[in-house]
């Protein structure tokens, strides 16, 4: 985190707490090691052949499958897409395949334990992770990477970056389908803004210590996870 506040104060960018002037994020070159240029085209070049082998072995049988559970379960599409903040804070179409009933609440309020919105297919898939699947659509496209900061309703991020510090350092780089944060426990609803902290706090740490090692580590701990299931995957 030393590092996210000698950027901030360097660049003099909102850190939080207070309403700050119309500045989103400045980006610094070699900040973080995802800026130098080579690392930079490793992490896309991973992404691209990642997400390949997956919509061509997992989503291409997947989709059509899933596809047709969820028109049988409840009426509605197939795909919800949602803008979420992305790198830089810009905006994006963050794609899953829908888990909840159509209703007015999903751009602007998380999924809890218990919600009454979410269908029973849904629950199996939002337990899985099966839902997140469409996003290597996202990654593929340029969006997003295989492993970074998850993406937050635009909502949120207006209503964090206000009262967490550095909150905003977080878009320095793509959203992830996976992140530090959440194979550490850090993911799903937050209910109390220091569970927001410490995601936050998780996803700087990523920043600062990339690699394509750590890459692949979360990504097979997300994997064993998933398996084993998850207590705040609802």
């Not at 919600?115 to 099966?130: A, K, N, P, V």
Request: contains cysteine.
């Amino acid at each position: 985190m030393k590092q996210a506040d000698k950027i901030a104060e360097r660049l003099n960018i909102f850190t939080g707490v207070q309403k700050p002037p119309e500045v989103t994020v400045i980006r610094l070159k070699s900040a973080y090691p995802q800026e130098e240029r080579f690392n930079r085209y490793v992490k896309r070049s991973f992404d691209v052949v990642f997400s390949c082998l997956v919509l061509l072995f997992i989503l291409s049988w997947l989709y059509p499958l899933i596809a047709l559970l969820i028109r049988l379960d409840s009426r509605g599409p197939v795909i919800f897409k949602q803008h979420r903040s992305g790198r830089d804070n810009k905006s994006f179409w963050c794609y899953k395949f829908r888990s909840m009933r159509v209703n007015d609440d999903s751009h602007h309020k998380q999924a809890s334990r218990n919600d009454d919105r979410i269908t029973g297919l849904g629950r199996f898939l939002r337990r899985t992770s099966l839902d997140e699947f469409p996003q290597f659509i996202n990654v593929l496209i340029g969006n997003m990477s295989v492993v970074g900061p998850r993406p937050h309703m635009l909502k949120h991020t207006e209503q964090y970056r206000y009262v967490i510090k550095n909150y905003m350092v977080r878009h320095y780089s793509k959203p992830g389908i996976t992140g530090w944060a959440q194979i550490n426990g850090y993911r799903g609803e937050t209910l109390q803004t220091d569970a927001m902290e410490k995601r936050v706090e998780h996803d700087i740490w990523y920043l600062e210590n990339w690699s394509v090692y750590l890459d692949i580590k979360i990504i097979l701990r997300t994997v064993s996870q998933v398996l084993r299931g998850h207590i705040n995957a609802y």
